[in-house]
């Protein structure tokens, strides 16, 4: 029973990726490898989770793609913007993230993806050397090219839709700043001045993607949809914008545990967070300035699951700190720990040790691959602005804070808030069962 209003997903859709890195190389063999038969998208929501519909005697639970029209995979063709001008097979062979056994047999499609030149300023990203950059642009001639290059990569290849998503390097922090970000006009104005300060690249491919009509998505912690101007740009185009930070390791972790003290109304007087990682990822964010967006990123999560002022017994003024440590021999295999100091009855204090021995990429690639899928679905069923239903995907979810909305961090209200919309777009009543 698929809902008329959505259209279904004819043709090719192209995924145009910024940033050819771990995630990305990691995410697009996959996609090959899955195509050819030769491996599994754990980890995939579309790909393995199923939804109820309807209830008693009428439930059934169904994949989203007998619910919904979704791209199949055999429909998608990938592109690339990035710094270093690495195709997707070498991209891949230097990340180390997969064994070659796991590369080679899709070496010719990964060799066939070429980056195209980055909208680049090594301010926002001083780690970096790559000289794969268009030289000389000014912001907005940086959004001209890349509006080209989308419309090229869409003719060229026979596309009927594109979406474009972030998984590049994380860049310093962009603070709100009313008079660049607050209206679309102010920050037209601002890419025409060349207002390099405010104008981050990535709200260049954010830009671009939107008015050339592409959904955009965020996977860095970057603020670059997270302001006005942006969900007005997203108004007028009738695109989907979804960000930000990919969830994928502790945050995960986090968005799921922290309901357990929660839920069973336990105190918290401290949440530590620390991790080491060795990949370029962990290099950029090696830089203060970079690692701020990822830190303000990080501990947005636990404040709106244990909300002081619902229950100042309980949480008013934990102690909550997250770190990043730069640490080569781990590559990709991030390990996180996390100390978390809670109280129960009388205030008698307890402790809780995780250590999650992580792969990065591995866990990043199905959201940014169901993230895609999932964004050119919610353009098709007509829906625009912040998409707040893949905020389960995130570990710091767009919400209007202009009118007062909160976050939604709590992982399994956010799982309820994407059944919902899957539910609703494939013409199914919502609902808030769990199961
Ligand atoms: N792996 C995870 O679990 C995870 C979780 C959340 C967020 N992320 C974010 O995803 C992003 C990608 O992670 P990664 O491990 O693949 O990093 P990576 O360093 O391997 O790849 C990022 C790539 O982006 C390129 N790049 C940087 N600025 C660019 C620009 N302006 N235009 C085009 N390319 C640009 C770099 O040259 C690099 O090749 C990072 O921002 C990371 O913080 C990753």
Redesign the pocket.
Known sequence: MTNQRVKIADGKLGIMV???????STFMTGVFMVRKGLAKPIGSMIEYDKIRVGKGSEKQYLSYREIVPITELKDIVFGA????PVDAYR?AMY?EVLKEKDIEPVKDELAAIVPMK???DKN??KR?D?DNVMEGKTRWEMVEQLRDDIRTFKQKNGCARIVVAW?????IYVPYNESVHGSLSALESAMKADDKEHIA??MC?AYAALSEGAPFIM???NTTVDIPAMWELAEKTKMPITGK?????QTLVKSGFAPIIGTRCLGLSGWFSTNILG???G???DEPDNFRT?EVSKLSTLESILVPKQQPDLYTDYCHKVRINYYPPRN?N?EGWDNIDIFGWMGYPMQIKINFLCR??I??APPLLDLCLLSDLAARAGRYGIQRFLSFYL?SPMHDYTKGEVPVNHLFQQYVMLKNAIREMGGYEADEEID
């Open positions: 910024v940033g050819l890195g771990a995630v990305t913007w990035d710094v270093y991209s990340a980055a909208a680049f926002f990203a970096l790559g998984a590049a390097s994380t860049e690249p990535s491919y996977g860095a912690p930070d990919f969830k994928t390791g990949n370029r990822d290099l950029v964010l990822k990709d991030k990065d990429s866990l990043a570990k």
